[in-house]
């Protein structure tokens, strides 16, 4: 996987990173605030100006980065080309945007992979649980899991039932 | 949005509620009249009688004194051609996004398929493709108000009531929805063409409406009724925008 721009950026495509607990709307929310602001920001000053605290505003800038839609020179953030495009763009468009760059993380394209293979595109939660313990060794496979399906959801690249407790490929919008 | 024909007033209504420590006037001697295709927002402070307002053109409350007139008429009983986006987003836990959504269009006399067609189109509308079958435990402050949207726009009211829909989110993801509603707002298949909103923060009511209303503080009277004439989309750091946050303060103030 080639990708131009920051070596944080570059890194972030390259292992299994932990997902960030952020919801999609947080994210979409910085990338609008950069682009009002020119692009580039200092992030303690952006920490100032939203009244949160620095290390949460330092985990939205990390989910944000893990999708590609930033990067952080220095002490700045600054909007990368695909953060540019989904500011913006329409609402509907938004999805096919971080749906691309859902599938730049290995753990969002192992397990896209891992329900292509199954006959009818599905996996039951445990299941699920079990592969991201796998992706990702260290991390609280639960709160990953969380994050996956509040992304994949966006992305419609997953579903998942709750009543069911089943997760399954979005084949509808991903065909 | 062109500004038409009048679509309703409030005349001379003060509002009074009983209260185990006495009687409590909220809103004092209120008229104004707002026409169709106009994005109001109404600011001002803490129990000044914003929600009230809302609550009065939705005709869930009667006034104490005066009386609300909706396109001519007196309004008598609860306003069908009107929606409500709630501060806390007012979703029903044991329903999933889709039959959330689908909510108020049952007492509408829509048929199944009609109502499932109309619920497609305002999740896509807002965003929330991919949601469907989601219940409201497993969303995000964001994505339960874009329900909240969705299920008064699936509605195609004729005026959209919101109370401070974006102040139980954070400072992000409020920026994010602001933004998505403008967008929503500028589009030509948008069902509603007007809009009254109320917040208790400024720079919001000037980042999205054609006009402000500024209530004083208990009893609430109208204290300032102002056009904004900006562009959209407004920047904050423009010297017009902050003249107009200057002017609204001191009206408060």
Known sequence: MDKPGGTTHAAANESNQPLPQIG?????GLVELLRAKGGREDIYKLARELQMEFGDTLTVIRAAELLGLVHTPGGDVEIDKAGDEIGRAKIGDRKGIIHDQLLKLPVFNTLSGFLKEKEDHRASRDEVL???????????????FTTLVQWGRYAELFGYNDDSETFYLDTEASA | MARGPELFKLEHVT??????????????????????GEFIAIVGPSGAGKSTILRLISGLLKPSQGQVIYKGRPLTQTNLEAAMVFQNFGLLPWLTVAQNVELGLEPRGLDRAARRKRVATYIAKVGLEGYEEAYPRELSGGMKQRVGLARAL?????????????????????INLRDELIDIWSDRDFPVNTVVMVTHM????IELADRVLVLSSRPGQIA???QIDLPRPRDKRDKAFSEYVDKIFSLIA
């Open chain 2, 15 to 36: 509002q009074r509620f009983r209260l185990p420590q006495g009687d409590v006037t909220v809103l004092n001697d209120v008229s104004f009249t707002a026409s169709e």
């Open chain 1, 24 to 28: 999609i709307s947080e994210i979409l």
């Open chain 2, 224 to 226: 300032g009724d102002l």
């Open chain 2, 202 to 205: 400024i720079e919001e009511a």
């Open chain 2, 154 to 174: 699936a509605v195609e009211p004729e005026i959209l009531l919101m109370d401070e829909p974006f102040s139980s989110l954070d400072a992000l993801t409020s």
């Open chain 1, 130 to 144: 079990e592969k991201l313990a796998e992706l990702i060794p260290n991390e609280n496979a639960e709160q990953t």
